[in-house]
Structure formats: C-alpha cells, structure tokens
C-alpha cells in the first residue's frame, strides 16, 4: 500500500512540472500513421533503404516501454493497431526538450511523436524523433509489464485497464465487432430488411423469463425492459415485412453465470412462408459461412473441442431421442411423468406438481442432456406446453415444429414455425398467465394488443433467434460470457475506510 502510495506521489509530482511548463493536455498533435500499417509497409525496407529514402511520420499512443540512457533513449508507444519503437536524443530535440521527457513522462502516458523512420542495428523499425509532445498524464501506474494484467476480476471490473495490457483482449473485441458485422452482411444479402423495435414494454412477452421493471414519470405507467422483440418483430410481419432481422440488447432479470448475463445481445429474424426446417438450413448456411470467412478451411477450438461448421454437418435429434441417448431413461419412460418427476427429485431439483409431462421432459433434458451435446446439434419437437408461440406439430400436437442449437453443451439459436392461430395462442396465453398467477415469475403476460395483431393475419412464419454472445464465446475460445462483453454487470466491491497518512 505504501509503494502504491509513493508511486502516485511521484507520478502527481511529474504532472504538476509538466503543467508548470506550460501546454498540458495540448490538443493539436495530429498522427498520420498507425504501428500496424508502418510495420507492414516497410517490413521488407533495411538500414540503408530506409537512409537512402527518408520517411517522415507521425505517430501517438500510449509509453508502453521507457528505456533512459543518459542522452539517448528508447520509448515504445502501442496505439490500435500494436506498438511501435521510439527514439528519442538530446541532440535531435534540444537539451530543454529532452529535459521534459525525462523529467514528466511516465509509462502509461499517452505521447505523440514526429520523426523519421529508421531501423536500429538489431533491425527493429524505429522512429527518430524531430519532436515529443506528452498529451496526457497517466497518473496511476500500470500492472507490472512482465505479468499484464491476469486477474479476471480486476479484467472485467476495469476493461480499459485489461485493452491497455491485454492483446488477446483488443483481438477478442475486435473479432465480435467483425463477427456482427458478418451477421448482418448475411441477412441483408439475403433481402431482410434490419429494423429496431422498442426496448420498454407495456407487457413483457416474447420469452419465458423474469423481467426488468422500470416507470415512466409522466404517463405514471410502470414497463418492462425487453426479455425478446419477437412480438413487435412478427406485428412487422402482420404488416408486410416478410423479412426482417434485428440485432439489439435484451434484458433478463436473472442470475450470473459463466453463460449468462442480465444484458445481452440477439440476433431475432423472421421469414415469412416458411418453417422451422428452413429455419435450421439457413442456419447451417450463416454459421459455415462464418467459420469460413474467419478461419479458412481450418475450423476453430473451443477449450480443446476441435469444430467445423459445415452445412449438412449438423446433428439433428428430436427431444424424445436425445433424452434416450444420452440418459437413462427408455423410449417408455420418456413418456412416463411419474418416472421423470422421480428423477429429478432424486437429483434434488425442485419439482412443482402443475408440471406436466412436457414440463417435466424440459427439465430433465436441461438437467441431463443439454452438457453433453459437445457436436453442433439441433435439438428439435419440443414439447408444446413449454413453447407458448410455436406452432404445434400437425402430426403430434404435443411437440412444437421448434429447435434450439446446441454446441460444446450451450445453447446458440432457438427457432420454430410461428404460432399464427389467433385462438390456439390466446389459450396458451391464458396457460401462462394461470401459471405466473401459480408463482412462476418466467411466465408469459396476456397480451390482448398481440392477440389482436394476430387476428389481422400472421401469413406462415419461422423465427429464430442467436444468442452473439454465446456465438462469439465460441468463436473467440472464451470460456466465459464475460470474456466477450466489454462491461459486464458486475457485484459492487464493498467500500474500504481510507487508510490514514
């Protein structure tokens, strides 16, 4: 405590002789040029080609690495796209500007610096400053530079701290932001047209979990952050949109996890005139797609599980099926509720008796299967009482014409062929609101305004929904949500009473 103490002191002294010198935090440094693209341009340009043909650039970023040698020294700065050596002499920037550097700047400071390119004799590509220009102040000392920064706490609480010291945290970052760019680029190739649809509802709906609740101040209404824009999105589709997709934050008032989060992102689209199968095809097409575009022929890892997504490559297993492969129940007693509530309480589950044999065939799944589906899986014919906006199979109305996606055991996707029988989805409706009266805070609300939507004419539909944040985990070897998500919700660090001087 006490050297972090004599650190800040010393770093405060250095700050205010910079002040005292006048131009501080001066605003009209102009870089021209980036590490990246420097390195990359003149790899193959040597001592002597570098002499016989001077580059003058100007470049900024943060003092990673600061080597004092007398009258000479070597400063290494990291901007966006990676770092780039600095060298900086008394006799190239005069005595009284050379005297600054070594009297205010620290590691961690951000500087700009204009010169000439060169390469040292160990052949590093190297500026050689004309002029130094401290920006801004760093006033509290980074990690110590041979460790970075590992711990995960400190990681996620303080994220600007971990893009500082973390490469393999701006790479993880800016592979999402690539990865979403390529969900949209797919969907608006393919004619569906991106819209945004509201964050607060009147009526919470579109999925089965526990909402956020907020008000609104002057109409004195009380609203729900979104668990799902399903039910706008499809009302677009009442209204002649046949394709539409949207990628935008949900919010669901629920516990943490290495998969979950209380905010996160999805991807929601929706076609009319066909089903979940073309659904699961589409599917297959986005995600080879991906693998492709970001890893070649290769495939990727995800904690050692070697993966291609190729399409026809995908698994594909009714609920019914997977529960016979992959526990111990028989073809029989998968139908059997008795056999199936027994099991659970033996595991311990809490079990409620208004579950019925779907219910109950969910949770044993969940609890038994959904880990071990390490393949890229489609799961499909789920039970229609725990899919209140599927369309229910014509030739076994107790299963839903629905899938979800499962890969190294999470679930990515969730799609089905769209409930558009008015009648059928306000009696489910109905279902749900008896169980949340019943105490089950995931349940559905009546929404009479979607019903009514409905009765206007919902043509023949599927909808799916991603999860980007699982899709990236996967695609980044992350093994937990909040690796992928720049800052994610986190609980308060207790306040500490301030130690005395």
Sequence with gaps: MGEERDALKTRQLRSDRWRAAGGA?????????????????????????????????????????RRVMGKASFISLQDGAGRIQCYL??????????????????????AGVRGRLMRTNQGELTVRAAEAVLLTKCLRPLPEKFHGLADTETRY??????????????????????????????????????????????????????????????????????VAPELFLKRLTIGGFERVFEINRNFRNEGLSTKHNPEFTMLEFY???????????????????LDRDLFGDDGFSYQGERLRFRKGGFERLTLAESLVRYSTLTERQV???????????????????????????????????????????FITEHPAEVSPLSRRNDANPFVADRFELFVCG???ANGFSELNDPEDQAERFRRQAERKQAGDAEAMHFDQDYITALEHGLPPTAGEGIG????????????????????PLMRPVPTQPEAPE
């Design 25 to 65: 935090f001066a605003n009209d440094f102009r870089p021209d040029a980036n590490s990246g693209d420097l390195q990359a341009r003149y790899q193959n340009w040597d001592k002597q080609a570098l002499a016989a043909q001077p580059r003058t650039v100007a470049v900024a970023g943060r003092v990673m690495l």
């Design 468 to 487: 980007v944040d699982r899709l990236v985990m996967l695609l980044t070897d992350s093994p937990s949500i909040r690796d992928v998500l720049l800052f």
């Design 89 to 110: 002499s008394q006799a190239d920037l005069g005595v009284d500007a050379y005297q600054g550097f070594k009297d205010q700047w620290d590691i961690g400071d951000i």
């Design 271 to 289: 076609w009319a005139y066909r089903d979940y199968r073309d659904l699961m095809d589409l599917t297959e097409e986005l995600l080879e797609k």
């Design 157 to 226: 609480r303080q994220r600007y701290l971990d893009c500082i010291m973390n490469e393999q945290t701006r790479a993880t970052f800016a592979l999402r932001s690539r990865i979403v760019q390529e969900l949209r680029g797919f969907f608006q190739e393919r004619d569906f047209l991106e819209v945004e649809t509201p964050m607060m509802h009147r009526i919470p709906g579109g999925a089965n979990a526990e909402p956020f609740v907020t008000h609104h101040n002057a109409l004195d209404l009380p609203l729900y952050l979104r």
């Design 410 to 412: 999470r679930e990515i």
């Design 335 to 377: 139908e059997d509720g008795d056999r199936l509530r027994a099991l659970l309480q033996g595991r311990g589950a809490p079990v409620a008796e208004a579950w019925g044999l779907g219910k109950l065939q969910m949770e044993v799944f969940e609890a038994e299967v959904e880990r071990k589906l390490a393949a890229p899986t």
